[in-house]
């Protein structure tokens, strides 16, 4: 089957300041939209045609680049479209536990993300997971993804520059910093904690 452009949860012009509609525009409309043109060719005819997404990846990995990079792409981009919201949400009483166990406080978990994010070196995405309980965040590399690595992402931070040098040129720590006080959905957050599974692309 070929997969469809997620859209955006939210209007274009939701998330300004910390994001324009500019930057929303050519980073949904351009950059998530050529990863899924190049993953749905690239399955077009071949065992992977009726497979979802997350098993396309897998499946890639170690063996396909090109097809697990722009399935890999396609997957964050939408994952990170619902990490954000209009308005910063509250964590449930279980996610809110589990960040304090794991962090002290959810204001710690917030610096930790901005640190992590603004730390990384060049292109990649910063992760809030779960794994047996455990709260961590975790970095990826360019196209990498946990979909696959035995956790549950909770939320996620793209650092690549196309997702800020429109509004922040190269000041990556605005970017962090106007993002996860501001714009972090942590209903969503509390969602794939509770269901327990990654999240599926739709």
Known sequence: MAF????????????????????????HGKHHQTYVDKTNAAIEGTDHADK?????????????????????????????????????????????????????????????????????????????????????????HDADTLVDKGMNPLLVLDVWEHAYYLDHQNKRPAYLDAVVETKLNWAFASENLARGTVWTYE
């Open 52 to 140: 979802s997404l997350e098993e396309i990846i897998a499946a890639a990995r170690g063996s396909n680049q090109g097809l697990f990079n722009n399935a890999a792409q396609t997957w964050n981009h939408a994952f990170y479209w619902n990490s954000l919201a209009p308005s910063t949400t509250e964590p449930s009483a279980e996610l809110a536990a589990k960040i304090d166990e794991a962090f002290g406080s959810v204001d710690n978990l917030k610096q930790q993300l901005k640190d992590r994010g603004a730390g990384h070196f060049a292109s990649g995405w910063v992760w809030l997971a779960e794994k047996d309980g455990k709260l961590s965040v975790e970095e990826s």
């Open 4 to 27: 469809a452009l997620s859209p955006l949860p939210y209007d274009s012009s939701a998330l300004e300041p910390a994001i324009s509609a500019e930057t929303l525009s050519f980073h």
